[in-house]
């Protein structure tokens, strides 16, 4: 499995300084702090987490958009935390992004071949070459030639969405870094984006890192999934098993909370955590998710626990999980069953 | 159950420079006290507009041309202005998606909530902070004293619409309209909100207009749905009756058209159906059904003539042609 | 609204600028602006020609009143200069010195605002505490300065009309740039790896164009003020003709021959009238608020 990784990430930290009235009251807020994990050739990895979890920072770290503090990250045997300048700029052409909202991510003063042509611009490549490749790819992406010359504003949110789709995949990337790539997009129209970035997956075997908040989207789409909170990965795994028997008590909560679509059917009822995710700048000294968790035990609040390992790859951070009768589970919160024990 | 509130036969319309075009086409619902009903659909589908016409705060240009909208028996069609202005934030409030702009800025929220009781109560000074207090209270902040005298941008997004609902219910509305009221907020916030208005419905009685998109938020809050296409109705009926058998292709659409998050060990790994194309301009639909175009079931009769409300079965209405198939 | 459906034909490309040209020629003021512009264009080219008359030669008795004479239809100065060949040969210098200041200072605000709004940090503190050093001096005393200090020369006056007046475009160019920098379109040529310069040049500056073409309208304006301050101050070129000059050399005899300021002033006045409402009719039609009405 190691052998196959694509993207890994290890021991990532962004910092931010985010400065108080006049200057005064400088805080350093580490928005990523530590994130390590891999991503398989052809896999899709996701990452969710509420919002100031910290899972944008991380795609934009990987993405070099912002400068990551410490740790590594690297593309196949390139080292992309090591690239500057000009080399950087041409090594892009591997790694590619999709932003989340299509009617501020294009440019809209430029055609949409132009804003698909951008990337090109790095591959010293003649107009004739260019020419070809965009009518390919804009048929990948389901749009028409003869829509290659009308502007953003003509298009609606699902074919900007394309678009955008079509300017990461021209330069034929390996990893393409979707941050929330339809929740801009009107509830009709998501499913048609969802299966095409399937559909382009299973034809050009491109690896996605796959940023949402939505975990129905997040469980249609992705192979193995990452649970962030305050900047931290709590539990990773994959997709079978964190759905069937997530480890985290923040997982579990982060489930119950998803609003079920078949009514009468809905076998638990939503643990409401309490309060809100406190603030980044003065983290509790125990596990970062002690306050908020419905299991709370004394000794979370004295020291954070370590994001373990287990058999399967999975990893969690949580003081109770442990191996019992060949079974691993968390011995405070049980599996699914245990949401309703727990309202 | 007397019905607190009833829309019959509701048009608006929007006039502009290039002709006109009708944003709301027909609709008709009413809502009993201590009942929620969710109004679904896509941007542009009409909810946001039906929504500002019951509370008589529609953009400029945009007009109710027909129809009456009825509040404890008092027609809200025809009423004055500064009747109206009474009605709002009394028997009937607003919250809406993004709480950050319906909040002033400049004063703080305890002032906020004071202002609105001293707008439709005659309650002296001592009263009103006695009550914004109970308020903050009720809506589950815990240090009150605290909260009141922040500012909005010193909340969080939660925080902040627990402040709107306090406001929204100072004066015990009898109906409240919530337009995609946790669409900004993260999940388990939602879940927090959802919850807290639930408590308050059971507490007071109000009746709920909830615009959403999310048929899991359907499934979770509401009595009733209506079903909105390009302005017009598309399906009515019970919660129950209308997500466990869709009548209306659109309504299945949306329904299947979400990767809904399934727990447990046997999850589906079916692809969801996409709907194809987008919602037409509204002043290119034509004659027949707006959903045509993007519909499987399309057929001549569909171009050709809008289908009537039809019942499939008791408090089950559907516009579709094709209802029995479906 | 303007979503082009999968299935059906689609439209043609339409340029964003051309609702903005959509909206302007609906506004009577600015195409009233426009119009007043054009002429004023045209009888600065064409009229010298036309009517091929020596502003500077003395033809007739002095301070003749406008339809007094045929020889001159609106009057003489003080010297017997006709000032209808003023009026007309004039025109060039004035619209000259306008668009040679506006231009500079559109020049040097726009590159100053874009590299500090792009680069930030130390790259902005140094370019702002320059920006504001220029913000701080009385710009008619500065330009009155450098004119005196240099020679009267209708260049002179232009390029000291431009480097008093750039500080507001720099901090425009610079707010603009500080907000778009941010927007998502940016950060996604970024990640496509593109040059730095395309960013700035052909990905922000395109975008932030359209309020500083508003402000560089307006500044021709003030720029044909501004000259007119200085001739009226006796500080510009005295060979050249602008109705500056005129005003400025027949301000002693206003109480006994009103016509040799009053025309050249009426003139200033119709010309920055149409650049000032050719600027509002921009600004509306570049105001995202008043489209799709």
Known sequence: ?343 | ?326 | MAAVESTTRSPRARRPGADAWEIFRNSPTAMLGLVLILLISVLAIIGPLAYPVDPFEIIWAPMSAPGTTERALLGTDYLGRDILAGLLVGAKATLIVGLTAAALTVIIGLVIGALAGFYLGMIDEILMRVTEFFQVLPPLLFAMVLVTMLSPSLWVVAVSIGVVSWPSTARLTRSEFLRIRNLEYVTASRASGVRQGYIIWQVILPNALPPLIVSATLTIGTAILFEAGLSFLGLSDPNVMSWGLMIGSGREYLLDAWWIVTLPGVMIFLTVLGVSLVGDGLNDAFNPKLRRR
């Not at chain 1, 996701?46 to 990987?62: F, N, P, Q, R």
């Not at chain 1, 330069?171 to 941050?179: G, K």
């Not at chain 2, 829309?7 to 944003?23: A, E, F, M, P, W």
């Not at chain 2, 589950?140 to 925080?159: F, N, T």
């Open chain 1, 1 to 343: 499995m190691i052998n196959q990784a694509l993207l890994t990430v290890q021991d990532l930290e962004v910092e931010f300084a985010s400065k108080g009235a006049l200057g005064r009251n400088k805080h350093v807020v580490k928005a990523v702090n530590g994130v390590s994990f891999s991503i398989n050739k052809g896999d899709t990895f996701g990452i969710v987490g509420e919002s100031g979890s910290g899972k944008t920072t991380t795609a934009l770290a990987i993405m070099r958009l912002v400068r990551a503090t410490k740790g590594k990250v690297s593309l196949g045997d390139m080292v992309l935390t090591d690239l500057q300048g000009e080399a950087l700029r041409r090594a892009r052409q591997r790694f590619q992004m999709v932003f989340q909202d299509p009617f501020s991510s294009l440019n809209p003063r430029l055609r949409a071949r132009d804003v698909v042509a951008e990337p090109l611009a790095m591959l010293d490549k003649s107009n004739k070459d260019n020419a070809r490749e965009l009518e390919e790819v804009f048929a990948q992406v389901g749009l028409r030639p003869e829509q290659m010359d009308l502007f953003p504003h003509q298009f609606s949110g699902g074919q900007r969405q394309r678009i955008a789709l079509a300017r990461a995949l021209v330069t034929r990337p390996e990893l393409i870094v979707c941050d929330e790539p339809v929740s801009a997009l009107d509830v009709a129209i998501q499913a048609q984006i969802l299966n095409l970035l399937k559909r382009i997956q299973h034809d050009l075997g491109v690896t996605y890192l796959f940023i949402s908040h939505d975990l129905g989207v997040v469980q249609y789409i992705c192979d193995w999934i990452a649970v962030m909170y305050l900047g931290q990965i709590v539990e990773v795994a994959p997709r079978a098993s964190l759905f069937s028997y997530p480890l985290h008590p923040y997982t579990l909560s982060l489930l119950s909370a998803v609003p079920s679509a078949s009514p009468g059917t809905k076998a638990w009822k939503a643990i409401t955590l309490k309060g809100e995710p406190p603030s980044l700048i003065n983290l509790p000294t125990g596990c970062i998710f002690a306050d908020r968790c419905p299991v709370m035990q004394p000794e979370c609040q004295k020291s954070p626990p370590a994001l373990q390992e287990l058999p399967d790859g999975r990893r969690v951070a949580c003081h109770f999980v442990e191996e019992k009768e060949g079974t691993v589970q968390n011995t405070l919160t049980g599996g699914l069953e245990m949401i309703n024990v727990l309202v």
């Open chain 2, 1 to 326: 159950m007397m019905s607190v509130l009833k829309v019959d036969h509701l048009c608006v319309d929007y006039r502009s420079r290039t002709g006109h075009i009708r944003l709301v086409d027909d609709i008709s619902f009413d809502i009993q006290p201590n009942k929620t009903l969710a109004i679904v659909g896509e941007s542009g589908c009409g909810k946001s507009m039906t929504a500002l016409a019951m509370m008589r705060l529609l953009p400029d240009g945009a007009t109710i041309t027909k129809g009456v909208i009825t509040l404890q028996g008092t027609s809200l069609t025809d009423l004055p202005e500064a009747q109206m202005r009474d009605i709002r934030g009394a028997s009937m409030s607003m919250i809406f998606q993004e709480p950050m702009t319906s909040l002033n800025p400049v004063f703080s929220v305890g002032e906020q909530i004071a202002e609105a009781l001293r707008l439709h109560t005659d309650l002296d000074k001592k009263h009103i902070q006695d009550k914004v207090q109970t308020l903050i209270g009720s809506v589950g902040i815990s240090d009150v004293g605290q909260r009141s005298s922040a500012y909005p941008h010193e909340l969080s997004g939660g925080m902040r619409q627990r402040i709107m609902i306090a406001m929204a219910l100072a004066c015990s509305p009898k109906v409240l309209i919530a337009d995609e009221p946790t669409t900004a907020l993260d999940v388990t916030v939602q879940a927090q909100i959802f919850s807290l208005l639930r408590d308050l419905q059971a507490r007071t009685s109000t009746a709920i207009v909830l615009i959403t998109h999310d048929m899991g938020v359907v499934a979770e809050m509401a009595d009733d749905i209506i079903v909105m296409y390009a302005g017009r109705l598309a399906e009515r009926g019970s919660v129950e009756a209308v997500l466990s058998r869709p009548a209306h292709p659109y309504t299945r659409g949306l329904i299947d058209c979400v990767p809904h998050l399934q727990l447990g060990s046997n999850i589906s790994h079916k692809p969801v159906t996409e709907i194809p194309g987008v919602v037409p301009a509204l002043q290119t639909i034509g004659a027949g059904c707006p959903f045509a175009s993007r519909c499987g079931l399309s057929e001549e009769r569909c171009e050709a003539a809008m289908p009537e409300l039809s019942e499939v079965r008791p408090s089950h209405q559907v516009a579709c042609w094709n209802s029995q198939e479906a």
